[in-house]
């Protein structure tokens, strides 16, 4: 069994700034891709970031150059650092890896719980 936990979110004002964090745990051999994503009320869901596991990035235009997405590949943990943040960022964020269980399994895809970020005016 596998799960992803989120932290770091609250209310914060606007300008202001917030780190999550998603860990993984239980039985897990590799992971691959980890990526944030998040969901406004009546929106659809948006992938703001992804790290691959050498350390490649890549940003939503409407983040580049305010959230930088991290890793700790000892510590199965994933890191969105989000600066001069804006009331349009006010969402559920939720991580997403690509794992592998065992040498040879398949890769598949685990979802943590959503972590609540509001960013006041």
């Known amino acids: 069994q596998v799960r992803l936990v989120e932290s770091g979110g609250g209310l914060v004002q606007a300008g202001g700034s917030l780190r999550l964090s998603c860990t993984a745990s239980g039985s897990i051999f590799r992971i691959n891709s980890m990526d944030w994503y998040r969901q406004a009320p009546g929106k659809q869901r948006e992938l703001v970031a992804t790290i691959t596991s050498g350390g490649t990035t890549n940003y939503a235009d409407s983040v580049k150059g305010r959230f930088t997405i991290s890793r700790d590949n000892a510590k199965n943990t994933v890191y969105l650092q989000m600066n001069s943040l804006k009331p349009e960022d006010t969402a559920v964020y939720s991580c997403?890896?690509?794992?592998?269980?065992?040498?040879?399994?398949?890769?598949?895809?685990?979802w943590g719980q959503g972590t609540q970020v509001t960013v006041s005016s």
């Open positions: 997403n890896a690509l794992i592998s269980r065992w040498y040879g399994g398949s890769w598949l895809e685990y």
